[in-house]
């Protein structure tokens, strides 16, 4: 998602992922609406539409990719990078990007057990195994708390925004960072990526584009 959220070249990236989506679906490519000065409204929308527009488009791309043969994957990639005139460079960045996504070979760490967790801002994911007392995961001079409800739920608890339930996936939108959670039954795997300096978080247009 770090990559789609890229904004040079007018969100490219972003751009590109929807053309190759709309390929991959044998869809025409409307290039007015995937031009670069569609691109604006991705500039205005806040980091939380931001950030579930390109989760829902990395979901949506990784599924494909998963279907397809990686030559497959190439030909729609450059061909959406063409028709929008974007350096085929791009195409190979996203292309090694959603692989990686669809097919996993990173072996996480083995669960610790633990009641502060300090998660590095560099993506590196860091385990720890989920018990019946709270868990709060520091970034950077952020706090997030992991704790049981009533009904038995796990809820990711972060001061001033509701409680979220926890579970088999949840990226959060951290002001600041993107905080993702991977767990399994009693296992919780955690990795963090910190904006840089800089990055707008207060902005307040939606994002109206789909997948």
Known sequence: MAFLMRPGGGFAALRLARAATLSMRTQPLDLESLGPLSAAKYAQATATALLEFARRGAETLVS??????????????????????????????????????????????????????????????????????????????????????????????????????????????????RLMLVRQLDWLAVAAEVDPPGTETDLATLIADEF
């Open 64 to 177: 494909r990719v998963a279907e397809l043969t990686p030559e497959e994957v190439a030909r729609h990639l450059q061909g959406a990078a063409g028709a929008l005139s974007l350096d085929v460079t791009l195409a190979a960045g996203l292309h090694e990007v959603l692989h990686r996504a669809a097919f996993p070979d990173e072996v996480l760490p083995e669960p610790v057990h633990a009641a502060l967790l300090e998660v590095s801002g560099d993506g590196t994911f860091r385990s720890v195994r989920l018990g019946d007392d709270p868990l709060t995961l520091q970034v950077a001079d952020r706090l997030v708390t992991l704790r049981l409800d009533y009904k038995g739920d796990r809820l990711a608890v972060l001061p001033g925004q509701p409680p979220v339930v926890v579970g088999d996936l949840l990226v959060m939108a951290v002001p600041g960072m």
